[in-house]
Structure formats: C-alpha cells, structure tokens
C-alpha cells in the first residue's frame, strides 16, 4: 500500500510542475541519457530511428465556432558516441508534419476560417554527456527548430535554445534529473523552464519514469517482448504561420495534455513496434499576431486520439 501511495503522489507532483512550463518542441532531448553508469550499458556508438503517426479524433472549439481533427506524422534519428572516457555525444535530427482539419465555419477570431492548415518542424539538437562518478552526471544540450506553414518566411520561424543539468543516482535503481534550459521565443523574448526527470525501477517489472518528456508513465514489463503503460505528459508547440494568412506572419500555438494507455512489442533486440489510444484532457489553441499580441484563443473539447510507431535501434 505504501509503493501504491508513493507512485501516486509522484504522479500527482510531476503532472501540476508540467503544466506550469512550456517545454522545447519535438523531438526531445535524451536528457536522461546522461544517468551514472552509461558507458556500461552503451560502450559503442549507436544509433536510433524513432517513426511515429497519431490522429486527434475531431473535437468542439469551446470558446469559437466550429471543431478540429488533427493528423500528425513524424520521425527522428539519435547518433550517440562516446567521446573519450566517460563522455558521450549525441546528434538527433528530426521532423514532424501536422495538419489541423478546421471545419469550414472554424475561426480564432472573425473572419479569420482556417486559422492554420499544415505546419512543418525540423529540429537539430545535441546533447554532451559527462560521468563524473558511480553517482553523479551532468549534460550541456542545444538544439534549433524551424516550425511554421508551407508558405512561412523562413527566416522568422527559427527559435533555438540551450542547457543544462545534473542526474543524480540516489539509489541503486532510482536516478533523478534536474536542470534547466533557456529557449528563444517566435517573435521575441525567451522561454525558461526546468528540466526534471525521475527513472525508478520499482522491481523487476515495474517502472516509473518522466520518459525524457515533461509528465510521468508507470509501466509493466511482463516479459522481455512486452511492456505496457500508462501515464500524461504536456506538450506544448509553436509556430509562424504564412505571409498570405488573415493574420500574417502570425503565430500560432497548440498546448495539450494527452492521457496515454501504451502497449509496446519488441519481437526482436533492434526493434520495438508500439500503440496508444488515448485522451487528450486538455487542449489549447492560441492566434497571436507578428508582435505576439494574442488576438484569439479556444480550449479544444476532450477527444479521443490514437497513434502507433516504431522504433529501431542499430
């Protein structure tokens, strides 16, 4: 009953400090890569092909009319190396594709239909990673992102940002990250957030673990190819929409808190296929223009979503 009560209270803890940040957009950062002792688990140079696809089943706008469904295809690549003794380096490039189906009669603001359609991100980041001892790592990361419309300016949908932190081994299955990391906004000013992070191997099947994403998932591993979980997180992107917009060179953004039920696979070493189904309890839309001056907004009625993906390891 104790273990029971800790693992709720740490999930109650993780998911009110997510929503108080807005964390950097996909793909996120191998944060936890850094934790004591990985020159044992990853002596070589490896590299790790990530694809995933989800549909946002269509939902009300609550505070605007008309509803939205939203597509959304991705992928990444991590090349991670040691780098002399007891330091590693990891590259990942990555992209992501979404495209929002506003109904027709849709607006964040009047005669504003279609607020935005199909927003593309890229993101090259890198994160240098230092054990220090049987307890202690630290990591330094940066990464750039472009995110905006098909027919954005390219130059105004860059941000970038960089940071830093420690993870400390507390136990001999319990590591904990902290840190923090500064992001440049679209338009002007900067994001400042905390990194945290928690990787706990209760026993033998049994994990809780942030998963390098700011929420917290509980798992079960009932055998070496199955793995099952449950858990929430906060995602939060932004983006410069197109010069021709009703609002040019405006920007958008989407805040959400999808609750996930995940069901993993792993047939073989080098390959993990994956399923979730699950709800997004909380949804965001913001319009704001050029000087990020908000001009509309509207919660997203809670809607089912489901997404499947894979995971490849060389």
Do not use: C
């Amino acid at each position: 009953m104790s273990r029971f009560i800790t693992v709720v209270a740490g999930l109650t803890l993780a998911s009110a400090g997510a929503l108080a940040q807005e964390p950097t957009t996909r793909p996120r950062q191998d944060i936890q890569g850094a934790a004591p002792g990985f020159d044992e688990r990853q002596p070589t140079l490896h590299v790790l092909l990530n694809l995933d696809t989800s549909y946002r089943f269509t939902g009300n706008l609550q505070d605007a009319p008309g509803d939205v469904g939203i597509f959304r295809t991705g992928g990444s690549v991590t090349i991670t190396s040691p780098v002399l003794e007891r330091n590693r380096l990891s590259v990942t490039l990555g992209s992501e594709q979404s495209w929002y189906n506003f109904s027709p009669n849709a607006a964040l603001i009047p005669g504003d239909p279609q607020p935005w359609s199909h927003i593309q991100s890229y993101t090259l980041g890198g994160n240098f990673s230092t054990q220090w001892s049987e307890t202690l790592s630290s990591f330094v990361l940066g990464s750039i992102n472009f995110a905006g419309e098909g027919g954005a300016a390219f130059g105004n949908g860059f941000t970038g940002g960089g940071g830093g932190g420690v993870v400390l081994k507390l136990a001999e299955n319990f590591d904990l990250t902290a840190g923090v990391f500064v992001r440049s906004r679209l338009g002007n000013g900067v994001y400042v957030f905390p990194i945290l992070g928690i990787e706990w191997q209760i026993d033998k099947q049994w994990k809780l673990s942030s998963e390098n994403q700011f929420g917290l998932y509980l798992s079960y591993q009932p055998s070496e190819q199955w793995r099952l979980s449950v858990g929430a997180r906060y995602d939060f992107y932004e983006f410069r929409l197109e010069n021709d917009n009703a609002v040019p060179s405006g920007i958008g953004s989407d805040a959400r808190v999808p609750v996930t039920f995940g069901v993993d696979w792993t047939p073989m070493p080098n390959l993990t296929l994956q399923a979730r189904v699950g709800a997004m309890v909380f949804e965001k839309l913001k319009l704001r223009d050029s000087g990020r001056n908000t001009l509309g907004w509207s919660d997203v009625d809670v809607g089912l979503f489901i997404s499947g993906g894979l995971v490849l390891r060389f």
